[in-house]
Structure formats: structure tokens, C-alpha cells
């Protein structure tokens, strides 16, 4: 073999390089997969070019302000995946040999959607290194389709998301019922019924925009054939009475819109719980109720791992911890005589029994 034929198959010997071309595939940019491994533009793109000569082969297309990857680099990208995981094994196999005691060299990756990093992080973040000195848990905000792919790529381990009906996952993947919510509806005062109760035809009669929650709020403002007014998309503009909203992801933000009468938010009880409900605005149920479901996703090999096991049961007592208190709320607020807590009992799973975190092979939630 020539000299270029060793470099070459050298070059396909460094896992990092796999690692950065699933990052740009992934992400869509050098700058965004720089962000992501925690190093500089710069260093990726130099990385790259060195990476291109050793193989003689061009890795990426520039497009404007995006990149793609051409064949040859999508060809890497796709082993990203299974090269780390069998590094984590061999690592971890090693460890057993040696008699090492339990330690995590490698982060515990948690893709969840936006409104629900707060609650995640406040359920992982003192146990995990507790359990397993050296833990490191990283968050990764995205949108739920991100979080699911980025679980199946590798590129997480655990994701933890609200579904609507209807969702599903992909087939690899095992879903863990966390939790039921019902789509809260928050007003102005003024725009309150008195019995705390909204039908869908009475949304359409009152002529506010729905505000906030992307899927959420497009299923409620579908069935009330109600103008979509603020949206999560990326980029999104919303303008009302010659104000301009742009892209609502902070429950915070969607209520205070709804306290100065601009429109109706639209959050689940998951994003009320560690948001500031502003004294005009009023929360308001609507029937028929929209229920969602707080689900952790994970590959099916999952228990493979401690530390994603751990979180997984970290975040089922988080999830009993809240319906426990929720109860205990709403039974404290009968026996008083007074009205029920805005925020209910989340409701029952669907199936007779949530699955078991310890056995992540039962099949998927549905």
C-alpha cells in the first residue's frame, strides 16, 4: 500500500472525525456543530479541510450560510452512532475487567423540549453526580421531532417531550408514560367565564387569537377555526393591533401577552408549574379537554447504561412526586369547600400500567 493509501486508512481511524461530520449533518452548519462539541468555528473548519486532503475526498458543501455534506462525508457521518457506542462499551467492559468501581467518563445527553428543561434539570441535576461521582448531565433544547432524532441518532440518550394524541415514535425507540396533562387556557380577567369552563365554539364567538405552544396551540386553534396568532416556528412574525410578537417559546412571555387581553395562551400544566401566572390572568378549562402526555424516550438498549437508567427513575418519582402533590392539593381544596386548583391532578395513563424503567423492552407507550 502507498503512502497515501496508510494515510488514509489512518484518517479512518480518529473517531473524532466522525463525530464532527454527524454534528454539521446534523445541525445544518460549521458554526452550529462548533457550538455543539464545544469547540471553535475555526478549528472545525480546519479540521475538516485537513481531514479532506488526508482522504482526498471533498466532506462538505457550502450553501450560503448552510452546509451539507457530500457523499463521501455522509458515509462517515452515518457510523457516528455506532462507533461511540461501541467505544462506550469497550469502555465499559474494560472497567468491569479491571474491577473499577462505578465512575461516568462520558456526559449523559437529555434532548427535551422547551418548555420543560427546568423541571428536567431540577429532577437530575443533585442526584446524578451524587449516585455517580463525575456525572455530567448536558441539556439540549429542541422542538419534540428533534428530540426523538436526535435519541435515534445517538446524539442523546434520553429525551423527554409532550405528546399530543396521535404521536408516536420511531421503532427503536421505547416510550416511558411520565405523566398526563390537560391544555390549560389563560385569559384576561375580563374575558373569564365564571364557572372556569370554555367550549370550543365560545373561543370562536370571542375573536382572540390563540397565543404560544406550536402543536398545542395549532390543535386548539384547528377545532375553534381560530387564527393562529403567535407560533413557535423559528423566524415566525405575528402581528396584532400593530404589535409585532415574533417567535413565543417562554410560557412567562405567552401569558403576559394573554394578561394585557391580546390574545388566549394555550400551555399544559407541565409549562404552567415552574411559570409566574400574572394576578389579571385567569386559567380556564376547555371542553372538550386536549390531553398530553409527558413521555421519556430512549433507545431500547438503555438499560444497558446506569446513569440513563438512573435518570429514567429519577424522573418517574418527579413525575409521582407531582400527581402526589396535585392531589393532594385539589382534595385539600374540596374539604375547604373551595374551588379546585388551576392546575389539576394530571390525568391517568392510557394503558392499565405505565411501563417499568427498569425493563425498556416492553414496547412502546401508546
Known sequence: ??????????????????????????????????????????????????????????????????????????????????????????????????????TVDEPLRIAVERPLAAGTAAALARALPQAYPGARLELREAERDECLELVASGAAELAVTLDLPGDSAPAALHQVFLGGDEARLAVAAEHAPADGVWHADRLARLGLPIIGGTRLADVIAADAALPHRCGWAAGAETRRAGAEF?????????????????????????????????????????????????????????????????????????????????GARMRQARAHGAAAPAIAEPVAPPSPSAPDAAAPDSGPAT
Open 246 to 326: 415574533g417567535a413565543l417559546r417562554d410560557p412567562d412571555a405567552v401569558l403576559a401577552l394573554a394578561a394585557a387581553g391580546l390574545g388566549i395562551g394555550v400551555l399544559a400544566d407541565a409549562e404552567l408549574r415552574r411559570a409566574r401566572l400574572p394576578e389579571r390572568v385567569r386559567l380556564v378549562r376547555l371542553e372538550p379537554a386536549v390531553r398530553v402526555r409527558l413521555v421519556a424516550t430512549l433507545p431500547r438498549t438503555a438499560a444497558d447504561r446506569p446513569l440513563t437508567a438512573l435518570a429514567l427513575r429519577l424522573l418517574l418519582e418527579r413525575a409521582a412526586a407531582v400527581r402526589s402533590g396535585a
Open 1 to 102: 500500500m502507498d503512502g497515501n493509501g496508510v494515510d488514509r486508512d489512518e484518517a479512518l481511524l480518529d473517531a473524532h472525525a466522525y463525530r464532527v461530520l454527524h454534528a454539521i449533518r446534523r445541525t445544518g452548519s460549521i458554526s452550529a456543530a462548533a457550538r455543539e462539541l464545544d469547540v471553535t468555528q475555526p478549528s472545525v473548519t480546519q479540521y475538516v479541510q485537513r481531514l479532506e486532503r488526508r482522504l482526498g475526498l471533498d466532506l462538505i458543501v457550502r450553501d450560503g450560510r448552510s452546509t451539507r455534506l457530500t457523499d463521501a462525508g455522509a458515509v462517515l457521518a452515518e457510523q457516528a452512532p455506532a462507533i461511540d457506542a461501541a467505544m462506550r462499551d469497550a469502555r465499559r467492559g474494560l472497567a468491569r475487567l479491571r474491577g473499577d468501581a462505578p
